[in-house]
């Protein structure tokens, strides 16, 4: 056992308040008890006075693993470029789990990930959510299939154009119809055939992964930056009654009201980023520190991600810390990136607060976690010592 004592600890569980000193006692894999003055008898036991502890950092859309740091085509795995539609592809079976970039993000105070492949095809393949820290990505794994990924816009077009397969959005949206019409189509099979084995339809590797998307048992991740794109995301996700993340948002925050809506009706979830960049594309024209807080003033619950390797990922705090000084309260910076991001990413009954029950997934400042003077001294995975600053 391992108790943290007399740090200043923010939770972000609601049934605290929201910043109390106190002490963590860590059991194994998982937070055991919060409150004050715990019992130590038999742990190994952590000083942290002066100290602030917030929940382990959840990035909810990044690549780490897939574009390996200082490597060019050998360590380019994010995207299977050739296909437009790609389903069949597994974000774990690319992941290098030996990436320094992992050593980087567990030094920010980043404990989870979400990643998957890029955003060149329509349909790029399933992501998956991992520890910062593992030997292998079968140990570094939290959940192996988090979300399908889609895309929209510039980057299927870029990409497609030369190969006079894809040249407007147009094509973009009914090559993303197609596919889901062909998966509803195998399922419907499926549930015909019954319990008669030999009236299944031919195993087909793409339609066995979208399957939980047309059965709204795991969402379409939508890679969308315009207005125009996000809106083209809304209303496949409402003809064919499925969940989805819009990912990116870079323009939610012109049409709230309808992002508003999206929410509220679907069910569907907001990842905001990266806003550390700059605008290298056409569609990120309207690129603001401002959209966060114009998010929350419209009552969007909203993730911030780095897109790493856009962002690296010791700098998901420091994202959060600028949007906070563009006007979005301190309290809802630190949500973006621990319990919203986790319930967004449907990972919340693991992560994203220090509860009783959680992981024990503990970031340790010694100051602000959102102040870029602030330094993580200590990362905490699933219970054990995975950072020590010096």
Do not use: W
């Not at 990436?99 to 890029?118: H, K, L, M, N």
């Not at 319990?339 to 990972?347: Q, S």
């Amino acid at each position: 056992m391992i108790l943290l004592k007399n740090a200043k600890i923010i939770s972000m569980d609601e049934s605290f308040e929201r910043e109390f000193t106190g002490d963590i006692l860590m059991d194994g894999t998982v937070i055991k008890a919060v409150g004050r003055d715990l019992p130590a008898e038999g742990a190994e036991i952590f000083d942290l006075t002066g100290m602030t502890v917030v929940p382990g950092f959840v990035d909810a859309h990044c690549h780490i693993g897939l574009f390996e740091d200082g490597m060019g085509f050998e360590g380019d795995d994010g995207n299977e470029m050739s296909a437009t539609s790609t389903p069949d592809m597994r974000a774990i079976d690319a992941i290098n789990p030996f990436d320094r970039c992992f050593d980087e993000a567990r030094s920010g105070g980043v404990t989870t990930c979400v990643t998957g492949p890029g955003s060149a095809n329509v349909v790029g393949g399933t992501f998956c959510a991992i520890k910062t820290f593992g030997r292998d990505v079968e140990d570094m794994l939290l959940k192996e299939t988090v979300a399908m990924k889609a895309a929209f816009g510039e980057n299927p077009k870029r990409v497609y154009h030369s190969q006079k397969t894809i040249f407007t959005r147009m094509q973009i949206a009914a090559t993303l119809r197609r596919t889901l019409i062909k998966a509803k189509e195998y399922d419907r099979k499926i549930a015909l055939a019954g319990d008669d084995a030999s009236k299944l339809p031919e195993k087909d590797l793409a339609m066995e992964a979208l399957l939980p998307v047309v059965r709204r048992e795991l969402p379409l991740k939508i890679h969308a930056h315009r207005a125009d794109d996000i809106l083209t995301a809304i209303r496949i996700a409402k003809e064919f009654n499925i969940r989805i993340t819009l990912d990116h948002c870079t323009e939610g925050y012109m049409i709230p009201e309808l992002i508003k809506e999206t929410v509220d009706g679907l069910g569907a979830g907001v990842i905001v980023g990266p806003l550390l960049s700059d605008r290298g594309k056409i569609e990120l024209r309207n690129l603001s520190f401002e959209a966060p807080r114009i998010l929350y003033e419209n009552g969007i619950p909203f993730a911030i991600m780095t897109d790493s390797p856009v962002i690296p990922e010791q700098y998901l705090p420091i994202e959060a810390g600028l949007a906070a000084r563009e006007g979005l309260p301190e309290y809802e910076a630190l949500k973006a990136i621990t319990i919203n991001a986790a319930r967004i990413t449907g990972l919340d009954d693991r992560i994203g607060s220090i509860t009783a029950g959680k992981d024990a997934d503990i970031a340790v400042f010694d100051g602000d976690p959102l102040q870029t003077l602030s330094h993580c001294v200590m990362t905490f995975i699933n219970g054990k010592l995975c950072y020590k600053r010096g």
